[in-house]
């Protein structure tokens, strides 16, 4: 199994209404490819000051499904429109309980 971790920063100028869109965008993706077993996100709780504002982990069964959902072209229209939002993003992919 392949996990996707996804940390976003927002620009300061992402409203609440923006950020809630992406989340509802969001749900939309969570079966854009039959190969996604897990897709789980949302904000920060704020319990630390450093810490990012919104996380996103998605469990895929091989790289082949990961790859599939990178590409498909629902994802790839939905980061074109909530791209704009964001000020920083970092990502991982893993083997989940590789040895």
Known sequence: MIRQITLI???P???SSDI????????ELADVVPGIRR?????????LEDAWNYALVIDFIGLDDWRDYRDH???LAFAERFMPLIDDIARVQ???NAT
């Open 73 to 75: 072209p629902r994802h």
């Open 9 to 11: 920063r927002f620009k």
């Open 94 to 96: 893993y083997q989940v």
């Open 13 to 15: 100028t992402a409203s």
């Open 20 to 27: 809630d869109l992406m989340g509802k965008g969001f749900k």
């Open 39 to 47: 897709f789980e996100f949302g904000s920060d709780l704020q319990l």
